[in-house]
């Protein structure tokens, strides 16, 4: 059973068009929500941390958000540098569970 | 900022081969893990390790071994390297294990050949 479900898998923008990823989760007692970009060839850099509904975090045109049962990464007006892919991970009283990560291509 | 660091960005072994991938951390973190990555598989858990000399079994550790003698340094072990090791390997260290974010080394890539 996916504890961690990303979608979609995988994304196409024009340059300036606003999106969301989607980052829905099963776990039971949450301890943390994490998100991460990974660029080719490279180790995932961290982003944001979230640990309770209703928080939210921004990073220049990024902003994530959590609710009981999933967390958004919605975009604002990105660039073609913000293409990457874009892991998930969830934190439960147990282990750490990734997501299969959105591969996000913005074309200028 | 926590930085990561591995051994080598690269490596080309030969099947049967013993192979050594180091990780060090600067921050002072309990704990630290091993990850492989493969396309279409995502992200899986080797070993982990939360203190000195401590270890964990992950998801996937068959064929593999680890060793943390100080708390900075954690190295994984392929005892007779196989094909399908041939993988990306990643390094994250965190303060510990209640939440705390996992911080990632740049990833070996290894081929064996």
């Known amino acids: 059973e996916d504890q961690v479900t990303q979608s979609p898998e995988a994304l196409r923008l024009q340059e300036g068009e606003s999106s969301s990823l989607n980052c829905s989760y099963t776990v039971s007692g949450l301890r943390g929500l994490f998100w991460y970009r990974q660029d080719p060839g490279k180790g995932p850099e961290f982003l944001f941390t979230?640990?309770?509904a209703g928080e939210e975090k921004e990073k220049e045109r990024l902003k994530a958000t959590l609710t009981k049962k999933e967390s958004f990464l919605h975009i604002t007006a990105p660039k073609p540098e913000d293409s990457a892919t874009y892991l998930c991970?969830?934190?439960?009283?147990?282990?750490?569970?990734f997501g299969s990560g959105t591969k996000l291509n913005v074309k200028p | 900022d926590v930085k990561v660091t591995q051994s080598s960005r690269y490596l080309v072994k030969r099947t049967g081969e013993k192979v050594f991938l180091e990780c060090v951390q600067d921050m002072d973190h309990e704990n630290m893990f091993w990850y492989r990555q493969d396309p279409g598989l995502g992200l899986r858990l080797i070993y982990f390790?939360?203190?000195?000399?401590?270890?964990e079994k992950g998801d996937i550790p068959e064929g593999y071994s680890v060793s943390r003698e100080k708390k900075e340094r954690f190295s994984l072990i392929l005892e007779s390297a196989s094909t399908n090791q041939t993988s990306m390997y990643l390094c994250?260290?965190?303060?510990?294990?209640?939440?705390?974010?996992?911080?990632f080394g740049p990833g070996t890539r290894l081929l064996v050949l």
């Open positions: 994250a260290s965190s303060f510990n294990t209640r939440g705390e974010t996992q911080y």
């Open positions: 991970a969830v934190h439960d009283i147990y282990k750490f569970y």
């Open positions: 390790s939360y203190d000195v000399k401590m270890k």
């Open positions: 979230l640990y309770s």
